[in-house]
């Protein structure tokens, strides 16, 4: 288009005009390869740099109590706290719990450092956290409260130049199982103080406390807890307490007979649940069996009583519970010195405890069992009453009692 001064006007151009070299595909595949090759020496140590101001400082077992301590501190006492505050510092308590784990029991990558377990260890009992755990369990969410069980379960193992500091510590803090156990009443929390419970029965100074303690009587209810569950981690407990240390059990027994099996034999064995009452006889068989315990069973199978609801639990349509049961009965007829009433008992009822006898089987084959009954079977029939009476005798046992009996 021609200007004012009759000149033809250049077109206007957004871009200005350049002079690019023709580019062939190989030589864009040869400025590709240029391009991805290794960025210069000082970028990647730059990157370096910033990246590891970035990353976690990962603390020493030392540091990693010290930040539990203040971040169950923190949970404990500020429960009006803001909600995403608090969430924050549920957040980093778990990662600090779940590290504490790792130093514990190691993982993929490798198995745990002794010395790093012992500086845990020391640190954690020092500064008291085992109670502070306690106090704060009811605040966790269920995952928490089962790495923290994971921790406190390895802690009471843990040996420090041949001492067990866990056992120390509770011995100068016993008052903790008195939080533990009675956590069987808030189902809420049973099953987590049960478990740690369990873990500090490990040491024979706990168990003589708890069962020279109240708490004993107690667990007669909480074993028959109408919620399952809770039922189910008592009795564990319970067993637990009158198994592991033999000695200590031994004299628990001697010393608290009368009360302790007046209750076990009224509560336990003559339940009307199907549970507590298979629990109860199977570790009534395992007690009395235990060598340690040979004072007590002798005196245990001298009874009359006894022996009646051992032969009524030998009549329960449970198979599991009637070989249970046959376990401990066997006692009351290879004892040496019957007392002459339980010889009677045992003659007029001959026919039919011979006849049940011979049809009790195990679950599967078992020739122990088959042995012990054998024998069983050959005494009672050549038992012979020293009371001629004995069927009046039984006649009045039969009418002297509202339960079944043979």
């Known amino acids: ?175 903790i199982m008195d939080i533990l156990i009675p956590g069987y009443e808030d189902s809420d929390i049973a099953l987590t103080y049960g478990a740690i419970a369990r873990e500090c029965i490990r040491h024979q100074c706990v168990a003589r406390y708890v069962l020279e303690s109240v708490h004993m009587k107690k667990f007669f209810d909480y074993i028959q807890n109408p919620i399952f569950y809770v039922a189910s981690d008592a009795s564990a407990t319970f067993r637990k307490l009158l198994t592991r240390h033999k000695s200590t059990v031994a004299a628990f027994l001697t010393k608290n007979y009368d009360w302790f099996f007046k209750e076990y034999n009224m509560q336990l064995l003559e339940s009307t649940n199907y549970i507590t009452k298979r629990h109860a006889v199977k570790l009534l068989g395992d007690i009395l069996l235990d060598n340690s315990n040979s004072a007590v069973m002798v005196q245990y199978v001298s009874s009359l009583d006894n022996m009646r609801i051992l032969m009524n639990l030998l009549r329960d349509p449970n198979k599991t519970i009637q070989r249970d049961a046959f376990d401990v009965f066997k006692l009351f007829v290879a004892n040496k010195n019957k007392p002459p009433e339980i010889t009677s008992i045992l003659v007029a009822n001959r026919t039919k405890l011979l006849r049940f006898l011979n049809d009790l089987k195990p679950d599967k084959v078992n020739e122990g069992f088959e042995e012990d009954k054998a024998q069983i079977i050959r005494e009672i029939s050549i038992l012979e009453s020293s009371d001629p009476s004995s069927s009046e005798m039984e006649n009045s046992f039969h009418a002297n009692t509202s339960r079944k009996v043979w």
Do not use: W
């Not at 957040?91 to 029991?105: D, H, P």
């Not at 008291?128 to 106090?135: D, V, Y």
């Open 1 to 175: 288009m021609p200007n004012k001064t009759g000149t033809q006007r250049r077109p206007f151009l957004l871009f200005p005009r350049l002079h690019l070299p023709i580019v062939t595909p190989e030589i864009v595949s040869s400025k590709k390869n240029k391009d991805q090759r290794t960025p210069p020496k000082f970028i990647t140590t730059h990157l370096h740099i910033m990246k590891g101001l970035f990353k976690p400082k990962t603390r020493s077992p030392v540091e990693l109590v010290r930040y539990a301590h203040e971040l169950l501190l923190f949970i404990d006492r500020n429960e009006e706290v803001r909600e995403q505050k608090r969430a924050e510092k549920m957040s980093e308590l778990n990662k600090t719990i779940s590290q504490m784990r790792t130093v514990l029991y190691g993982n993929a990558e490798g198995e745990p450092s002794p010395d790093a377990c012992s500086q845990l260890t020391q640190e954690f009992f020092k500064e008291n956290m085992f109670r502070l755990f306690i106090a704060c369990i009811p605040k966790l969410n269920s995952g928490l409260r089962q790495c923290a069980t994971h921790v406190l379960a390895n802690l009471q193992r843990q040996q420090v130049k041949s001492r067990i500091i866990a056992s120390e510590y509770l011995e100068n803090n016993m008052d």
